[in-house]
């Protein structure tokens, strides 16, 4: 008995490469959603902290010009 290779013809191969191109365009703007969104909770808590920095420095300038007027 002689074995020869099956030849063998998909006639899906578009149909395949289109769902495999708009699964990973999904997946690439879920990962980027999901980045994006960590990285502005840290940000926003960051900016927080960066202007109550600057808020209680400002004020210790006010309040440090004012006692100097008031001597």
Known sequence: MLLTPEKYVNIFRKLNFC???SLSTQCKSC???FQ???FCTVKAALLHRKT????TSNRNYY???????QS
């Open 36 to 38: 994006k969104r960590r």
């Open 19 to 21: 769902v495999t191109r």
């Open 31 to 33: 990962c980027f959603a």
């Open 63 to 69: 309040f440090l010009t004012e006692l100097s007027l």
């Open 52 to 55: 109550a920095a600057f808020a």
